[in-house]
């Protein structure tokens, strides 16, 4: 048990802090800082950096593009890039769909793809849930008909983050109604720009509208994007879903929020005092950081067992569970701590198109009580916290 | 001691809602918050000429005289269809400060409220005073021909539309000072006066004020010179009573919308009801408003005959069992409804929402724990 | 609403404090105060103390020795009670089996039972649980034989509380084991001195020795002791759960509680200040007292919908959930309150036979530990907390 | 950094683990626990032979040089079977406190440690102090022939049996100055020291102390004179990182047992465990346990290469988890087992107490956070 960085991992933070204090935008940092939203532009030209230091996808094989770090190296990066205000690499490409295909596709999927997901080329989305199957995944019912060289696609996705901007979406499709539900899917990559596709935003609580409805009609996809063997898609969902599981926990996110939280708390007064010194705030900060100090022990943990190649079994389950659980309590007390300002709706001052004008409160305002209303979403997708405490119960429990 | 409600009560409370549920209901809401202003100028027609204005208005200014569990089964009602109107501002506040300040001038003003003809609003935080009441620090400086008022009024209700503010600033006394205090009746539109006005996120309206130089005659004092910090604790703790009502009527319908959906939303081809994990959580939210209910309405009872620490004691005690069970109430609703809960097609997250800035006005469940313990 | 009490209230209030403080001996007193053990003796002194004032039975009609009182004389004469230190009036006779006597027994029974249960000369204890039955109380398997005028009972009952003292047992019997497991069951009375009766104490986690297995060997049971039909013994049941249902709140209790919480807060220092200035103690205590309030108001509602003939379905679930958390809750503060003290175990410092010496730490230490512990009984017992929420779902949401 | 634990680890922990699988049985316990003196004098002696009680002492006393990690190993095997032999006391506490405040005297008294041949016991806490380190009132006055010590210490654990007790007293300072603080060797049966003994509620045992005119000689000074609580405080705060361990392990006894009597015990003629709010619940507990363990063994890593504000804020962030995590599990597995969980024939009570006992050893949850808030 070796808890404590060696030189070579404190050297290597310091490289990857040298590179963000360099490489990484001011504009786009300080929108980061402020909770503002980035725009497609950013995330691309932020992304093709990284891409141009070859530090795109830490999770990648070193053959395909891989950095080939250590599980703690891959710690260290996250948590540097979170802290200095890096956008989040959108994850649809290089963390989700790339290792399917590099797993389960052909040769020419691999050479018409990976390199561009790799330069950020192209932007991915995730078409998997559908009105009605919720939680209940296998129970979808988007239809994909093979005429001839094409599947034809019908239905409708839903739930699919920042489609608006996708140039593809990896999906899962039903080609076949008998039989257990998980048995008739098909894994489809489906260009974008295809004729019957239409995306249509959802407003969400907080006002934003970063999730979409996606229709298919009739929507024609050639054969050759099909990931792997008709009917087995879901065997290729499921692979994705263990991979690069202990993301899921975020730690990296909710260290560099719960900096920002306590910048905030030492500048907002209540009573006349900083809130930061307000016993009960405290306290709650103080279990807060044992929450996540918690969680980071058990993802290193768990990286360093996946590294020595023991199984990784359900951990990902507690994982996204507590981490969801401390990304909301961050939000609570980050809304919490601007006390009446969080009423004011000033979405225009956190566009990702910006905003010049001072907003109504403290600059960091505006976006709190919206990150609050936002973030409740944290328990409920990628398997809401209950599927995973069905899923603990039965694989872990055995009950 | 009986602890329940009267005829003429369960009449009340029926009639404002069969009217909600013609008027006022989820569609409706939306298209009137997205309207001109906010809000309905029709709507506030009908509860003038309903009488709902005059209600919690005392008799002797022109009001029917209804007692603070009145204007909670009113509060609970306005919860239910998440009013907009500028009732809290310009009834629950306005007119009861003016009522309590200045009998006088009430006899003035309060008519006009009633009718429907006059709007209030109440600009007392600041940027820097969060939920402190004592906490003022908006100059008003004596002239000759009256007062100049200075400062900074932060998150006013409505603020964006009254005809009248009542503005408190400080003739006296330090910044967090109980002495010195004294209220102003400022119009709208006065000169040097700046408005930056929003809607609230959770579909209300407010505006931000900025007084420069903004002179008022000497009639614009509204009660004693320095003497209304006593006012301004009465009326916001009977507020915090009302708008705990609203919280009790938001919780309800939270409760029902989540119950409905529970029954009919399938997974894994089974009602998401049948599901025991969830029951037991649809069950917790229930409890919880049931119990918020009936210390509502308890408290509301209290307030027309008790004072002083007893008054506040009891106020901020609903205040922060709203602020806790709301947010409990409204995060699981939208967790229960899953995806779907997090859309802004769905009536769970206004419910929600409303929830949530429930609390932070007029302090959170935090700064009222903090208040009862430190009257202990 | 009216919700302050009238001067006739007042009044009444008064009377029982005056009553009290004449009438409540003061070495039982005392024994509550400190948390100590109440003897039988001790409890059929006070019993009978109340029963020559008229008023050991305050839910019984007035014909039958009742008081008369409105709902709200009922809850001031509770908490009076409470607060003097007043012991419990053990609830098996005069609150439990009597309405059932009453509604349900014929002439002779209640000529036989009900004057003794008033006079407290016999005390009762109830036969329902069964080891393996838990909250699934339908299905017990106590075997009662018909044979000429007598049953013979065989079979085994626990979580007997205080069987060690009870002259009489009423309990639910199997008479028959075909059909609905709820139909086969029957009503009986047993007399404790019965040949075949033995009672074994089960010692519980605090070390104490309250709760009994009562073991029934061929216990023969005249007929003529069976309340109503044979077959009916579980309507008669859920009659008796139906009855007196807010008193499960325990308000007065807890506000006794909360009043000896707060007078050892003020004695015990933390930091060289005592804990009721500790900020998060005195939050905590805040919130407990939030929720005291609100139970209180929810019982008081209930008992007077109660006695407008409005019905009062489901509330006593709420009530008992609610109660139990506060009760809980409250022994925990309790227990945290002596801090280390809480370690020693010093059982002879709280029995209910006395003992002069002084104890290790604080006079009111050696009783909280183990009621912390004790009282985990409380979200088990009278139909767990989950079998509540499961009654709720179902009666109140329609789940 | 590796985070996973040496192939040595898994075999100190497996080897324990077998013994205690072997003789520490829970009947063998309540055996143990209910003879003579209230532990097994039999059991110390194989602890001895196997080299347990070496272990976590320093190579230069005659030990084995254990790292943290590996007493935590060892805590969290005892835990799992509810040991009450006096490892806390002698090792934990007393043999670490000697090694670091007096090198010389440990030359001498920790191989009779080590070899099961000396009992120590550690008297610091006393009736005011509660979980203060610095709050010592116990007095220690110079005369002739040595020092005169007058005081009482409080609820010092298997201050009963102790050969050697170590006791705090001052000889400068006032009661909550850091001071002023000496360590003074004590033999367990030295006159004007009277004892009340008990057994602790867990099983465990313990003593109040009062010292009447105790007199030791100069040579039962422990270390540097007036020096000792920078020792005490670093000693406690390992201590603390050990009694997590041993919650950690008594956290996972608990689940197993709970999960175990869900799949067997069957109610509305199915296991408990096909009730999926029992499942969800039994998944919180092992969710907290899986964390606790985590946290608990990052922590142990760091306690030997961190001092100062970085090493009191981490054993103050386990035992604050600790006190919380073991809480839950505990209460919660009781309830998950009805009825028979309140009975002393079950073990899952057994481990229930022994868990909140370890909670309100050397400072609760609260106190824990409440110091970490002061150090922030």
Chains 1, 3 share one sequence.
């Not at chain 2, 100059?139 to 000759?144: F, I, K, L, R």
Request: negative net charge; charged residues 25%; glycine residues 10%.
């Amino acid at each position: 048990m070796d808890v404590v960085l060696s030189p070579e991992e404190e050297a290597f933070r310091q490289e990857v802090r040298d590179f963000l204090k360099e490489k990484l935008p001011a504009d786009i940092a300080e929108k980061t800082g402020n909770g503002f939203r980035i725009s497609k532009d950013d995330h691309v030209r932020w992304q093709k950096i990284l891409h141009e230091k070859g530090w795109i996808a830490p999770n990648w094989p070193v053959e395909h593009g891989g950095t080939g770090w250590t599980p703690m190296q891959k710690h260290i990066f996250d948590e540097e890039c979170a802290l200095a205000g890096a956008p989040m690499v959108i994850p649809f490409g290089v963390t989700m769909v790339a290792p399917v295909i590099m797993k389960f596709g052909n040769e020419a999927q691999k050479q018409r793809f990976l390199p561009r997901i790799l330069s950020s080329d192209d932007w991915w989305c995730q078409g998997y849930s559908e009105p009605g199957s919720g939680s209940d995944l296998a129970s979808l019912r988007t239809k994909a008909v093979l005429d001839g060289e094409h599947y034809v696609v019908t239905g409708q996705k839903t739930w699919t983050t920042l489609a608006q901007h996708a140039d593809w979406m990896f999906t899962l499709v039903r080609t076949q109604d008998t039989g257990k539900p998980q048995e008739g899917i098909t894994f489809l990559l489906i260009d974008m720009k295809s004729p019957g596709i239409s995306v249509h935003p959802i407003t969400t609580l907080d006002g934003s509208a970063e999730i979409n409805s996606v229709f298919l009609e009739d929507v024609r996809v050639p054969v050759e994007n099909r990931i792997g063997e008709e009917g087995k898609g879901w065997t290729y969902a499921k692979y994705l879903l263990g991979h690069e599981r202990t993301s899921i926990a975020a730690v990296g996110r909710s260290k560099a929020q719960l900096r920002k939280l306590k910048s905030i708390a030492r500048t907002e007064l209540a009573g006349g005092r900083p809130i930061i010194k307000d016993p009960d705030y405290a306290r709650r900060l103080a279990q807060i950081e044992i929450d996540l100090l918690s969680l980071e022990s058990l993802v290193l943990r768990t990286l360093y067992a996946e590294s020595e190649g023991r199984p990784v079994g359900a951990e990902p389950s507690f994982l996204k569970i507590k981490g969801t659980q401390i990304q909301q309590g961050l939000t609570e007390l980050l809304m919490e701590a601007i006390g009446p300002y969080a009423a004011p709706y000033q979405p225009e001052a956190f566009r990702d198109d910006g905003w010049n004008e001072e907003p109504v409160g403290p600059d960091y305002g505006p976006a709190l009580a919206p990150l609050y209303f936002n973030w409740r979403k944290a328990s409920i997708y990628g398997g809401s916290n209950e599927i995973q405490k069905n899923i603990l119960a039965k694989m872990v429990l055995g009950l | 001691m009986s602890f329940t409600f009267t005829d003429d009560q369960r009449q009340l409370a029926d009639s404002i809602e069969r009217y909600l549920a013609d008027k006022y209901g989820f569609e409706q809401r939306n298209r009137i918050r997205k309207g001109e202003g906010g809000w309905s100028r029709q709507v506030w027609k009908d509860f003038a000429e309903l009488g709902w204005l005059a209600f919690p208005i005392a008799e002797e200014h022109g009001g029917l005289g209804g007692s603070t569990v009145d204007l909670a089964l009113m509060m609970e009602a306005f919860g239910k269809a998440l009013v907009v109107e500028p009732f809290i501002a310009t009834i629950v506040l306005g007119a009861e400060i003016v009522a309590r300040a200045d009998p006088e001038r009430a006899a003035e003003i309060l008519p006009q409220v009633a009718a429907g003809e006059r709007l209030l609003a109440f600009a007392h935080s600041e940027p820097n005073s969060r939920y402190d009441l004592p906490r003022v620090s908006t100059m008003a400086t004596e002239s000759d021909e009256g007062w100049i008022l200075d400062g900074h009024k932060a998150v006013v209700l409505h603020g964006d539309c009254a005809d009248t503010l009542i503005v408190s600033a400080r003739t006296g006394g330090r910044d967090d000072e109980r002495d010195g205090i004294t209220l102003f009746l400022v119009p709208g539109d006065a000169e040097g006066l700046t408005k930056r006005t929003y809607p609230t996120i959770d579909g209300m309206r407010g505006a931000d004020l900025e007084f420069d130089g903004v002179r008022v005659g000497l009639d614009a004092v509204l009660g004693e010179m320095g003497k209304a910090l006593d006012i301004v604790e009465g009326v916001v703790d009977r507020a915090s009573v009302a708008l705990a009502a609203e919280g009790v009527g938001a919780m309800q319908a939270t409760v029902d919308l989540t119950t409905e959906y529970l029954k009919t939303r399938t997974q894994f081809g089974k009602p998401l009801g049948s599901f025991q994990v969830l029951q037991h959580r649809a069950v917790d939210m229930l409890s919880e408003t049931r119990f918020a209910h009936a210390l509502c309405y308890r408290t509301a009872g209290l307030m027309d005959s008790v004072g002083g620490v007893e008054r506040a004691r009891a106020a901020s005690m609903i205040k922060a069992e709203i602020g806790r069970a709301g947010k409990m109430v409204g995060e699981e609703a939208v967790q229960l409804h899953g995806g779907m809960g997090m859309t802004d097609e769905m009536a769970v997250g206004h419910y929600f929402k409303r929830l949530r800035l429930i609390d932070v006005t007029f302090g959170n469940a935090g700064h009222h724990l903090s208040r009862i313990v430190d009257m202990a």
